[in-house]
């Protein structure tokens, strides 16, 4: 699945739209480590990492990996 972000907020797809939390530095097509920017571009979504221990695995035909508290 493509997802596309922009710059109020919310992530894209063919059938689907999420409120997603941007940096506190916006959306940027001119990304950097450390600059607290949302990198701006079209995506491939692989895989979905999540915590066990907060809530139940999703359902989606996405690969799932459980990630630790720390």
């Known amino acids: 699945m493509l997802l596309k972000v922009s710059a109020d907020g919310w ?3 063919s059938a689907v ?3 997603a ?3 506190r530095g916006g959306v940027t097509d001119k ?3 450390g600059d607290g920017g949302t ?3 079209v995506f491939a979504l692989r895989r979905v ?3 066990a221990d907060r809530l139940p695995a999703p359902a ?3 690969e799932c990996a459980i990630i630790r508290p720390d």
């Open 21 to 23: 939390a941007l940096g």
């Open 11 to 13: 992530l894209s797809g």
């Open 39 to 41: 990198p701006a571009g």
């Open 49 to 51: 990492l999540y915590r």
């Open 31 to 33: 990304k950097r480590e």
């Open 17 to 19: 739209r999420i409120r």
């Open 60 to 62: 989606t035909r996405l």
